[in-house]
């Protein structure tokens, strides 16, 4: 299946909506160099993320083209495939309202998320109450 990336001379988002790109969903790398797998759509990856201001619509105020985004996480849509100006970028829109921080340097991504990762022990069920309702010697 190949993905069809649309072209545009200028992006003008409506009313005081946000347009990013550049967001991280890859490897990471903190300070000290380590290197960190990628964790989208696991749940280690349910954190914030950067993104830099690409495009703003004509009543947002709160940011500037080129700022960077700190963002809740989930609160953007799936990227699209642009070439706009004839640069090739994933363009995302952000939530105004959940916005966390805002900074004028791009951003090291090395924010580490408290979720935890649960997995099925199956063989440690075996033999339980939760194997077949009754519980075995």
Not at 20 to 37: Q, S
Not at 117 to 135: E, F, K, P, W, Y
Request: one cysteine or more.
């Amino acid at each position: 299946m190949t993905l069809r990336t649309h072209k545009a001379n200028k992006l003008i988002p409506v009313h005081d909506h946000i347009l990013v790109t550049e967001m991280m969903f890859g490897e990471r790398l903190t300070n000290g160099g380590i290197i960190m797998p990628g964790d989208n759509c696991k749940s280690e990856g349910i954190r914030p993320r950067w993104g830099k201001v690409f495009a703003i619509g004509p009543k947002q105020y709160d940011v500037k083209v080129g700022e960077y985004v700190l963002v809740k996480h989930g609160r953007w849509t799936r990227g699209i495939e642009m070439e706009v100006a004839g640069e090739a970028v994933t363009i995302r829109r952000i939530d105004n309202n959940d916005i966390l921080l805002v900074s004028p340097d791009e951003m090291n991504d090395d924010t580490i998320s408290e979720a935890t990762s649960v997995q099925s022990d199956t063989n440690r069920i075996q033999g339980s109450l939760h194997a077949d309702g009754t519980q075995s010697d």
